[in-house]
């Protein structure tokens, strides 16, 4: 087995089974296994605030990880014995791309933008302003005006639309240019001596399409919508990036690829010696 893997997750319909499809019997419990092992480094990478993953945690009964990127990339916390450390570093790195502003600073841009409702301010943070808005609102239309006033201010910006499944409601936030789930992971690599060879994603909707698209090994999980599949793939296409995206098909384990099933069988895909181990383990 390689001697060191970072494993990035999604949580919400992705290692969380809280979409529509069925989760397969006993493949949280495989997930588990496979992050026990001494050669993985877990890292969760969601939209969620740290007590929304904690509560994912306990409710699912999720393996501790060893880092959280949370908030769609704006915080990272290193996880270590039960204690989170917030890190600082990550912060000071995507400040730059708002010239000293805060997310409070930016909302009066948005104020007159009658499809914008702020969400709780448990969801804010520094720097992530985050608004709900009806799934008929015309998105492509609405981010280009945001992004034009953004720009006016000259504040490098970045928009990431998504949807809640369970209330089908319009997500959007408002972030640096640089604090995508994409850089995030890529500055953890950096930062923990990670590359793209030892390094595998897994998501299931809009906000991962950064990563899924890119160089870093990425799994699509089975029950991802069909529209994000397709933008997956033609994002990928158009980067050349296809040889590292993988959309989950079953049957690995005799599992249906959905949720945390898709992840394991994405890892396998990627490391032959991993898809060894876990077959035997599974015989066992």
């Not at 809009?206 to 529209?227: F, R």
Request: with cysteine; glycine share 8%; proline share 4%.
């Amino acid at each position: 087995m390689i001697k060191r893997i970072l494993i990035c997750t999604d949580l919400d319909r992705t290692l969380l089974p809280n979409g529509r499809q069925p989760e397969s019997p006993g493949a949280r419990a495989t997930f588990a296994r496979l992050v026990a092992r001494p050669e993985v480094t877990l890292a969760y990478v969601s939209g969620r605030h740290r007590a929304l993953v904690e509560d994912a945690i306990r409710e699912y009964g999720l393996p501790l990880p060893d880092w959280v990127i949370g908030d769609v990339g704006t915080t990272i916390y290193q996880v270590h014995a039960g204690e989170w450390r917030h890190w600082t570093e990550w912060e000071q790195d995507i400040a730059t791309d708002w010239r000293g502003l805060t997310a409070d600073d930016l909302r009066p841009l948005f104020t007159d933008l009658p499809s914008l409702r702020l969400q709780e301010e448990a969801k804010q943070n520094r720097y992530k302003l985050s608004y709900y808005l009806p799934l008929l609102a015309d998105i492509g239309a609405l981010q280009r005006e945001m992004l034009r006033r953004l720009e006016t201010q000259q504040l490098a910006a970045g928009l990431i639309y998504s949807v809640d499944e369970a209330t089908s409601t319009g997500l959007l936030d408002v972030l640096p240019a640089h604090a995508t789930k994409l850089h995030a992971v890529e500055f953890l690599m950096q930062q923990q001596g990670f590359d793209y060879a030892n390094t595998v994603f897994a998501g299931d909707s809009g906000n991962d399409l950064p990563v899924l698209a890119s160089m870093i090994q990425s799994v699509l999980v089975a029950n991802a919508d069909i529209d994000v599949v397709e933008q997956a793939k033609t994002q990928a296409r158009k980067q050349g990036t296809m040889a590292t995206f993988y959309l989950a098909q079953g049957s690995f384990l005799g599992m249906n690829g959905n949720y945390s099933a898709g992840i394991v069988e994405g890892v396998a895909h990627y490391h032959p010696d991993i898809r060894v181990w876990m077959e035997q383990d599974h015989e066992q």
